[in-house]
C-alpha cells in the first residue's frame, strides 16, 4: 500500500513537472488563444498594409527575426534604442544604417496592445509573426509560428558583430556560423533563399562584382552601374530578379551565377550545398515547404520563456 502510495506520488510529480515545463518553457502555436485572441489577426493585417505600401518592407522586416535570433536567441534585443546601459545591436556593422522596419514594429505593438487590452504579446513574438506575415503576403508559404517567447532586458553590439554571417563568409564560415545555433548545411541554404525578397546595398556586393570569378560577367557588368568602385554605397540593387515575390528565383540565379552577394554564390560553387540549390531553382513548392521547416527551427533559438525576461511595453526599451 505504502508502495503504492509512493508510486502515485512520484507520478503526480512527474506529470506535474511535465506540465510545468510545457507551460513555462515550451514555444506553442496557441499561446495567445485565451490572452489575446485577436492577436495574430492584429499583427497580420498592419504587416499586410506595411507591405502594400511598400513591399520591400516585407524582407526587412524577415530581417529583424533573422538578425534578432542570430545574436543571442529570439529575445527582441535588436529592437533596443542605445541608451547609457544598451549598447545597441541597431548599432553593429550589419545592422548599422541598415536594419529598419522598427516603426513597423511600433505600429505593430500598439496595436496589438489595443487589441489585448494592455501589453500581452512580446517584442520578440511580434517579430516572428510579422516575418511569417511578411512572406505570407509576399506569396510565400505560411507556417504556425511558436510563440511564447519574452523579451531580453540587454543587448550586445559586440555579439551581433560576432555572430551575424558577413556578406564576404566563405562557405565553410556559413556552415560553422549556422552550426553555432543549432541549424545545419540545409537550414543554410533553405533560409539563405529569404534573400529572395528584399534589396542589398552596394558596399555588401562591390567586392563580389569587381574581384569574384565566379559570377556571370554581364551580371557583374550590369551591377557596376549601379555599384561604382567608389561612391555610392548606399544604392540599391535587388536581391534577385523578381525581389518583390517569395518565390525560387534566387536559387535558378545562383546555378547561373548571378548571386547579388559573395556568401549567396559561395552556396552554389561546386561545394556540398550545390545540389540543394539546384533542386530548390526548379522546384518551388519543396523550397516552400522546407523555409516553413527552417522557420520555426530558426524561431526555436534560446528563447526566454517564463519568468525570463520581460513584456515591453515600448519595444525599443527596456520597462
Known amino acids: 500500500m505504502a508502495s503504492h502510495k509512493y508510486f502515485s506520488a512520484v507520478l503526480y510529480a512527474f506529470v506535474f513537472a511535465a506540465f510545468?515545463?510545457?507551460?513555462?518553457?515550451?514555444?506553442?502555436?496557441?499561446?495567445?488563444?485565451?490572452?489575446?485572441?485577436?492577436?495574430?489577426?492584429?499583427?497580420?493585417?498592419?504587416?499586410?498594409?506595411?507591405?502594400?505600401?511598400?513591399?520591400?518592407?516585407?524582407?526587412?522586416?524577415?530581417?529583424l527575426h533573422f538578425h534578432d535570433c542570430f545574436v543571442n536567441g529570439c529575445d527582441g534585443s535588436i529592437l533596443l534604442d542605445p541608451s547609457?546601459?544598451?549598447?545597441?545591436?541597431?548599432?553593429?556593422?550589419?545592422?548599422?544604417?541598415?536594419?529598419?522596419?522598427?516603426?513597423?514594429?511600433?505600429?505593430?505593438?500598439?496595436?496589438?496592445?489595443?487589441?489585448?487590452?494592455?501589453?500581452?504579446?512580446?517584442?520578440?513574438?511580434?517579430?516572428?509573426?510579422?516575418?511569417?506575415?511578411?512572406?505570407?503576403?509576399?506569396?510565400?508559404?505560411?507556417?504556425?509560428?511558436?510563440?511564447?517567447?519574452?523579451?531580453?532586458?540587454?543587448?550586445?553590439?559586440?555579439?551581433?558583430?560576432?555572430?551575424?554571417?558577413?556578406?564576404?563568409?566563405?562557405?565553410s564560415e556559413l556552415i560553422s556560423n549556422f552550426k553555432n545555433h543549432g541549424l545545419d548545411e540545409k537550414d543554410l541554404v533553405v533560409l539563405s533563399g529569404g534573400h529572395t525578397i528584399g534589396y542589398a546595398r552596394c558596399t555588401t556586393f562591390r567586392d563580389h562584382i569587381y574581384n569574384d570569378s565566379n559570377i556571370n560577367p554581364h551580371f557583374a557588368k550590369e551591377l557596376k552601374y549601379i555599384c561604382p568602385r567608389e561612391g555610392g554605397d548606399f544604392n540599391l540593387a535587388p536581391l534577385d530578379r523578381t525581389a518583390a515575390k517569395f518565390d525560387s528565383a534566387y536559387y535558378a540565379d545562383l546555378v547561373h551565377k548571378k548571386g547579388i552577394l559573395h556568401s549567396d554564390q559561395e552556396l552554389f560553387n561546386g561545394g556540398s550545398t550545390d545540389a540543394l540549390v539546384k533542386r530548390y531553382s526548379h522546384n518551388t513548392m519543396a523550397f516552400h515547404k522546407d523555409f516553413a521547416k527552417s522557420m520555426i527551427k530558426m524561431g526555436n533559438i534560446k528563447p526566454l520563456t517564463g519568468s525570463q525576461g520581460e513584456i515591453r511595453v515600448n519595444c525599443r526599451k527596456v520597462n
Open 20 to 63: 510545468a515545463t510545457r507551460a513555462f518553457s515550451s514555444l506553442s502555436p496557441d499561446y495567445y488563444d485565451y490572452s489575446c485572441p485577436n492577436a495574430l489577426s492584429t499583427i497580420r493585417s498592419v504587416v499586410e498594409a506595411a507591405v502594400q505600401k511598400e513591399y520591400r518592407m516585407g524582407a526587412s522586416l524577415l530581417r
Open 84 to 171: 547609457p546601459t544598451i549598447d545597441s545591436e541597431k548599432n553593429a556593422r550589419p545592422n548599422f544604417q541598415s536594419a529598419r522596419g522598427f516603426e513597423v514594429v511600433d505600429d505593430i505593438k500598439q496595436a496589438v496592445d489595443q487589441a489585448c487590452g494592455k501589453p500581452v504579446v512580446s517584442c520578440a513574438d511580434i517579430l516572428a509573426v510579422a516575418a511569417r506575415d511578411s512572406v505570407v503576403a509576399l506569396g510565400g508559404p505560411t507556417w504556425e509560428a511558436r510563440l511564447g517567447r519574452r523579451d531580453s532586458t540587454t543587448a550586445s553590439r559586440e555579439a551581433a558583430d560576432a555572430n551575424i554571417p558577413a556578406p564576404f563568409f566563405n562557405l
